[in-house]
């Protein structure tokens, strides 16, 4: 395989890693609490070619004396994109939609015997039961929520009504008496690159991160105070559709170009072949 062929197949096998990434953002378009991912190249090392000097020009060359050949290129990294989406009003009184970048719900997930603390932006919650008559607020997938202390909010099964107000508070309504039982606790990305996907809008602490920096560097807990969301609402996918569609068509573009270079150099093979 020449330097050509190799450039293009390398750059071919990165581009088709960012049409699945454009791919993924689109599916997920409608998809509460879901965040945009960017995908950035960065080029791969290149090689020094050095060029024989002109034997009838005692003084060398004019020209450059070398040529740097470059690999191709590879997709250097894929961050997430934490601005705020829009809210879509639902009138639930359990949805609720975080208002201040970087915050994010605590939800608690087992995995393999192993309970681990994930963080999501999706604020649908749900109500499961338990046992003792009691039911736990949970998100779509059964997991539980994270309320003061870190632990799951569990209430009292017998109850009229429930809402989660802006504060983070849940008001429990029983015999025409409102009482708060329970406290969201939110959590803010200090470093949301440190962030990784979890499957199902969940993110978690890429085990780098925990190696590298203490875990109260990373993401810090947010006095409740300082909760701000919007009840009766959820916040929307922060994916621009248009400009995926354009990246998607730039992308197959450059994947074509890369495949036309393989067919050409394949066509002048053959015809250097042919000469007698």
């Given at each position: ?126 109500l499961t039961p338990v046992e003792d008559d009691q039911v736990m607020l949970a998100t779509s997938d059964g997991n539980p929520v994270l309320g003061a202390g870190g632990e799951p909010v569990v209430l009292d099964d017998n109850m009229d009504d429930l809402k989660i107000e802006e504060n983070g508070t849940i008001n429990v309504t029983r015999n025409g008496v409102q009482a708060v039982e329970g406290q969201l606790e ?91």
């Amino acid at each position: 395989m020449t330097r050509m062929t190799f450039q293009a197949a390398v750059t071919m096998g990165q581009l088709q890693k960012r049409l699945d990434n454009i791919g993924n953002n689109i599916a997920n378009v409608n998809t509460t609490g879901y965040k945009n991912r960017d995908a950035n190249f960065s080029s791969l090392l290149s090689q020094q070619i050095n060029t024989e000097p002109d034997p009838t020009n005692p003084e060398g060359r004019l020209t450059p004396d070398g040529l740097r050949v470059g690999n191709g290129a590879k997709l250097g990294h894929t961050n997430f994109n934490f601005e705020q989406g829009s809210s879509k009003v639902t009138d639930r009184n359990l949805d609720v939609a975080l208002l201040e970048d970087n915050h994010l719900f605590q939800v608690a997930v087992n995995e393999n015997g192993e309970e681990e603390v994930r963080y999501t932006r999706a604020g649908n919650f749900y109500l499961t039961p338990v046992e003792d008559d009691q039911v736990m607020l949970a998100t779509s997938d059964g997991n539980p929520v994270l309320g003061a202390g870190g632990e799951p909010v569990v209430l009292d099964d017998n109850m009229d009504d429930l809402k989660i107000e802006e504060n983070g508070t849940i008001n429990v309504t029983r015999n025409g008496v409102q009482a708060v039982e329970g406290q969201l606790e939110i959590v803010e990305a200090v470093r949301p690159r440190l962030l990784e996907a979890a499957g199902n809008s969940l993110f978690r602490l890429s085990e780098q991160s925990l190696e590298n920096y203490p875990f109260d560097e990373v993401i810090n807990g947010v006095g409740l105070a300082d909760v701000n969301m919007k009840s009766g609402a959820l916040e929307a996918s922060n994916v621009n559709l248009a400009k995926q569609t354009t990246d998607m068509i730039e992308t197959q573009r450059a994947y074509q170009f890369n495949a036309r270079t393989i067919s050409m150099h394949d066509q002048m093979s053959g015809l250097i072949n042919q000469l007698r």
